[in-house]
């Protein structure tokens, strides 16, 4: 009885550890010039809770189901890209969104669309800073949009 047992729970074992498996996947993410993206989203497509992020080089390495056969790359600014899984390594190169971009107004506490924003707005344009002889950014704003205090 004993034997039958054990021989039971062992059979079981390397059942689950078959089955259960998940594969580990790493690659990197680039953009159209080839230059490393760091903070790209990297997930198995469908379940962005299974994800990572790039890093500083533009690195990744996740752990996927066995049965996963498709990662997505997203990054603002550029445009989702899909990815068949084939091996360990799935490299990716994004191309720049240009729709995107021009339609996202920089809010102090996040991003809206330009025909949702409500109330005044102010613009700076680079031709008014290119003039002003000053050493940084922020001191070419200070005084440029009203209400804005840039320290």
Known sequence: MKKLLLSFFLSFCVITSVFAQDKPISGKVTSGTGEPLPGVSVYVKGTPANGTQTNASGEYRLTVPQNANTLTFTFVGYKSKDVAIRGN????????????????????????????????????????MKDRPLATVESALQGKAPGVFIN
């Open 89 to 128: 390594t799935v490299n990716a190169n994004l191309e720049v969104d240009n729709t995107t971009l021009s339609d996202v107004v920089v809010v102090g506490y996040g991003t809206q669309s330009k025909r949702d924003l409500l109330g005044s707005q102010a613009r700076v344009t680079a031709a008014e």
